[in-house]
């Protein structure tokens, strides 16, 4: 089935079943990779997009539930003012290990932000639980995101 | 063989292209797709004007300074620690370098375990001197280039920033303008290195090159490989070891939209499919059928039983001493304990993968392996090509944990791909991950010790009863049974314990493999020792902290890290009730450690722990921050493993699949960690498994100190 999918702001033509999660029409048909793979259940949150701005887990997002929404991924997540303070506090406090999971993490991140400009620790424990981490950097984590947060007060 | 510049990023064109594609780019971005390099392959024409003095470093004439990296990169910093080794001596800043994975290849084998391997935390320890040796020979020929281009004494001239420096005159010449003419130079046997004082990268924290590519998407793992006409596959493997296909429905799996090929092999069947969705589908309709074979009657509580009755024979002593018997028998006090630990998996983030292309002539493997040696080889095997016919394209890892030193996936990736005209992808379900996994193995431990009348203790046995994995991947370093992992952390103690006996039963359980798991011995003994520790100053009613004191004489380092632990922890200090501290300590990997974690046990028995204080002495850090990071790494690692981690065997099969019954700490888990690094000039030690071993002791003696109650049996239920 022809489905016109809209991934950062761009409109993209992919011909695939309807039941076929997003996470692969992103991965294997458009190749964009920056969106991971990690349990296939939305267990783990390394395939974390934006569909109209709020998180989803792509690996379990059949195509053609999304329809005309806007979909995000990390690709482009710097172009927004808190993506691209979060990749910024990421890399001032050396969050990232192996980085696989950390996709995911930065654009659940995102998704905290745009809702709540200035997270306590148990809004980050709440918006962040679902998305895991090996390298067991959620310490960093949590330093980042109270780090971009606090910028953006500033600005 | 293509020596492939592997770029461990998108390449612009297609990020340019994943950027720009629109409605009907599908098939431009399909046919357009360029190989993965950012850059040709170096044809042997252009060595003439490449300098590559050794295996490790390559200055092009345009002045790119290539960094070729020994081990791998699967989050523990070592691209940035190796590199900053090079560039210390090389005289070039770390903004200079690209940096590419290592083929297989006799220069990047690991001299602490004998073979390309990323493994054992010994990367810093087998290739830091390496890593300066090799730097300051390029510089040492770099220079003499220049001064044979000026007619000047080498004295008179000096290396910064990637030029050559001539200092009276001020003349210069960049490194890129230099490499044909060092590259005709002979290579120094001997070259001079800087003494401490004189470093200006080692020891001070730089930022991570590998990072900045992880937090866009850029960067490249195994699974993001993107091959022209590639298909990509899935699989359904016999839940059980050694069972075979009995039977499956290929039509059904055919009918699909989007798959190709059904393959079949002697305990698998592959969907080859366009897309990974198209080939679950298929997997899913092939309704297969296995001959489990024996290993189908097998569980938990047989394997349980099988290590039961192992512990009860004597073992391969790896330190008897003559009388410790006769010792313990006439101790003041005797105290004896069975500790048990389950088998646990590794979980790496990204799940098992491997792309293989296989022609006439030649096999490419694209993947992220912390034994790239070990893909080639088997891919040569199975093949029947030679060995230079096989190109192993790395790539970073999402996660290693020691799973991805194993090439099970590899060899059916090749497998499959012998049947396939086309390059495959071969990508395992998080289900899969877990249950094909080679697991942390099981053990037993039974251990006694006797005190005398102060509390002392005089003798101590320790019987250990398990797999040894070491006997399966390495068995010529396996004499008369002796596994040198299996009792590391157990016989070679910091403790001043006059008469000991520790021995290894081996005990293979049948129905599933098993390898290392970060922190291997060292990691599975410290839960034992120090848990036992701890239950000895209990018995002789001493504090843990002064109790350990008196014991570690004669380990200084140790010493005091237990100390510096101790008093940044508060130790002492009371804490609200339900709450316990707990303090264990560790020399593993050439470098010591000590943990103190803070533990509260709720009334309906759920543990928390609020705060893990870590005094870590590693020798001469190269990168503090990552030395830190590899700590609190461990810790969370560990701690998984403390709460939760355990894999059960019912009929053979695994009964844990995905991160719901495979649990794993979260966010909302994850205590605060504060790590203290000792200033040292001692030789560099291991960091990446140093923060997993303590853990889990640390909180079991936390538990004892806020509940009364002995955690004896992982993971930790009170």
Redo the contacts between chains.
């Keep these: 089935m022809p489905f016109?999918l809209n991934i950062?702001g761009?409109?993209?033509?992919?011909?695939?079943?309807g039941?076929?999660?997003l996470l692969?029409?992103l991965?294997?048909?458009?190749?964009?990779?920056?969106?991971?793979?990690?349990?296939?259940?939305a267990?783990?949150g390394?395939c974390t997009v934006h569909i109209d701005g709020g998180p989803r887990r792509s690996c379990v997002t059949p195509v053609a539930s999304v329809g005309k929404s806007a979909i995000t991924?990390?690709?482009?997540?710097?172009r927004s003012a808190a993506g691209e303070r979060?990749?910024k506090a990421?890399?001032t406090l050396?969050v990232?290990?192996?980085?696989?999971?950390?996709?995911g993490q930065?654009m659940s991140a995102a998704a905290l932000l745009a809702k709540i400009p200035r997270p306590s620790d148990d809004d980050?424990?709440?918006a962040?639980?679902?998305?895991?981490?090996?390298?067991?950097?959620?310490?960093?984590?949590?330093a980042a995101i109270h780090r971009a947060a606090g910028a953006s007060e500033g600005a | 063989m293509m020596s492939d510049t592997n770029p461990l990023s998108l390449p612009e064109r297609r990020a340019f292209l994943m950027a720009s594609a629109s409605v009907g780019g599908g098939l431009l971005l399909t046919m357009a797709l360029p190989v993965l390099s950012r850059q040709p392959a170096p044809a042997p024409a252009l060595a003439a004007t490449t300098f590559s003095p050794n295996a490790f470093i390559r200055i092009d004439a345009q002045g790119t300074v290539s960094l070729i990296m020994a081990m791998v990169e699967m989050g523990q910093g070592i691209y940035t620690a190796l590199s900053m080794l090079i560039a210390e001596e090389l005289e070039i800043d770390l903004d200079q370098v690209r940096l590419e994975p290592a083929p297989p290849g006799k220069a990047f084998i690991n001299s602490i375990i004998h073979e390309q391997i990323t493994a054992d935390s010994s990367s810093i320890r087998a290739f830091a001197q390496i890593m300066r040796e090799a730097g300051a020979t390029a510089r040492t020929m770099l220079v003499a280039a220049a001064a044979a281009k000026w007619r000047v004494d080498v004295a008179s001239c000096k290396a910064e920033h990637g030029v050559v420096v001539h200092t009276s005159s001020g003349r210069k010449l960049g490194y890129g303008a230099l490499a044909s003419s060092a590259a005709l130079l002979p290579v120094p046997a001997k070259v001079s290195l800087k003494s401490p004082g004189e470093f200006k990268l080692i020891g001070k924290p730089a930022k991570r090159l590998d990072t900045p590519d992880k937090v866009n998407g850029k960067a490249l793992y195994g699974i993001d490989v993107v091959v022209p006409g590639m298909k990509v596959a899935a699989v359904a493997i016999c839940p059980v070891l050694g069972g075979t296909v009995a039977g499956y429905d290929e039509a059904k799996a055919r009918a699909i939209n989007g798959v190709h090929q059904v393959v079949k092999l002697d305990n698998a069947i592959a969907v080859i499919a366009d897309h990974t969705g198209a080939a679950k589908k298929g997997v899913a309709a092939l309704d297969p059928r296995w001959n489990v074979g024996p290993n189908g009657n097998i569980d938990s509580a047989e394997v349980l039983r099988q290590l039961q009755e192992a512990l009860k024979k004597p073992g391969v002593s790896a330190r008897n001493d003559a009388d410790v018997d006769s010792v313990l028998a006439g101790a003041a006090q005797r105290l004896e304990a069975t500790y048990e630990q389950p088998f646990v998996a590794h979980a790496p983030m990204e799940p098992m993968n491997c792309t293989v292309h296989v022609r006439k002539d030649r096999c490419d493997v694209w993947l992220g392996s912390q034994a790239p040696a070990r893909a080639q080889a088997v891919a040569a095997k199975l093949t029947g090509l030679p060995l230079e016919a096989v190109t192993v394209h790395g790539y970073y890892l999402g996660g290693g944990f020691g799973r991805k030193s194993e090439i099970d996936y590899v060899t059916q990736a090749v497998q499959i791909a012998m049947q396939v005209d086309a390059p495959v992808k071969l990508i395992w379900t998080r289900e899969q991950d877990t249950r094909h996994d080679y697991l942390r193995p099981y053990y037993l431990d039974h251990i006694a010790a006797g005190l005398d009348a102060q509390g002392h203790p005089v003798a101590w046995t320790h019987r250990i009863a398990g797999s040894s994995f070491m006997a399966r991947i390495y068995p010529t370093m396996i004499t008369n049974g002796f596994d040198p992992d299996a009792i590391d952390g157990a016989a070679n103690l910091a403790y001043a314990l006059p008469k000991m006996r520790v021995e290894f039963v081996r005990q293979e359980p049948g129905a599933v493999l098993t390898t290392w798991w970060r922190s291997i011995g060292p990691g599975r003994n410290a839960f034992v020792v120090e848990s036992f520790m701890d239950e000895l100053a209990a018995a002789a009613k001493r504090d843990p902290v002064e109790y350990r004191t008196a014991l570690l004489g004669n380990s200084p380092r140790l010493l005091a890290v237990l100390k510096l632990a101790a008093d940044k922890a508060g130790w002492g200090k009371p804490l609200p009730a339900g709450q316990g501290r707990g303090i264990a300590v560790q020399a593993a990997f050439e470098s010591f450690i000590a943990q103190v974690a803070e533990v509260e046990v709720a009334p309906d028995g759920t543990i928390k722990v609020h705060r893990v204080v870590c005094a870590v002495d590693c020798g001469l850090t190269i990168n503090p921050d990552t030395v830190e990071a590899q700590i609190q790494s461990g810790v969370i690692y560990g701690l998984s493993a403390a709460l939760y981690g355990s894999i059960s065997l019912k009929d053979g099969r695994v009964e844990q699949g995905n991160f719901d019954t495979f649990r794993v700490v979260r966010m909302d888990e994850a205590p605060a960690i504060e790590v203290h690094l000792v200033k040292s000039a001692e030789a560099s030690g291991g960091v990446g498994e140093l923060g997993t071993p303590c853990i889990m002791p640390a909180v079991a003696n936390a538990i004892f100190a806020a509940t009364g109650k002995r955690i004896r049996k992982l993971p930790m239920r009170v």
Aim: proline residues 1%; contains cysteine.
């Design positions: 016109t950062n761009t409109d993209h033509a992919v011909d695939v079943d039941d076929t999660p692969w029409v991965r294997d048909v458009l190749h964009m990779t920056g969106t991971k793979f990690g349990c296939g259940a267990l783990c390394a991924t990390i690709e482009s997540i710097g979060l990749q990421w890399l050396e990232v290990q192996c980085g696989y999971c950390q996709s930065i980050i424990d709440a962040m639980s679902g998305n895991i981490c090996r390298c067991g950097t959620y310490g960093r984590i949590r």
